[in-house]
């Protein structure tokens, strides 16, 4: 009896870990969401929130571990307080906007839950710093912008009835602007919809 009891666990148990889609199987993902970006060794800036939107392609390797790649329009940069001439404070914004290219294994610790790592090369689209003081707003390009920034993207993602809730935190490994020792850092939270392809 006792060894029935252990084998209807394990049964169970194993059923638990399956992934929510068959193996071989390929879906696609639109997605849509928000980020909360920052920029490291800097003490004065502050998030800055945007938009981050796009699509992702999953294969299903095994009952518990996936590849998937995607392609996400990413709004990034911080915000700051910044000092004029005449020693007035004006508001700045640093706009960092890029196409990300998440490279993610996901491995399903439940039926729905997955953890997930990978690489995320990105291609910079935006580059400026936009200040206003007074009412008046002035805009430039940021010199010395790295047209290609490389992160880390770890998160959790939870799947319901082909919806999938992802939050992931994208680690900058490069800094995003010559000759200064600053990297990206965002928080970037999105809901998508699988669809079988």
Known sequence: MNRLLLSATLLLTVTGIRAQHEIGSITIQPKAGM???NITNDDDATSRIGLAFG???EYQMTDIVSISAGAIYSMQGAKAGVYTE???KADATL????????VLVNVYVTKNLAVK???QPAFNVTHKIKAEAYGISAEA???G???I?????????YEFRNFVIDGRYNFGVTDFVDEQKSKNSVFQFTVGYKFDI
């Open 35 to 37: 980020n909360v970006a």
């Open 55 to 57: 699509a992702e392609i």
């Open 86 to 88: 005449d020693f007035s």
């Open 95 to 102: 706009k960092l906007d890029y196409i990300n290219i998440p």
């Open 117 to 119: 790592a990978g690489l």
């Open 141 to 143: 390009n940021v010199p």
């Open 145 to 147: 912008t790295r047209s």
């Open 149 to 157: 920034d490389l992160s880390i993207p770890i998160g959790l993602s």
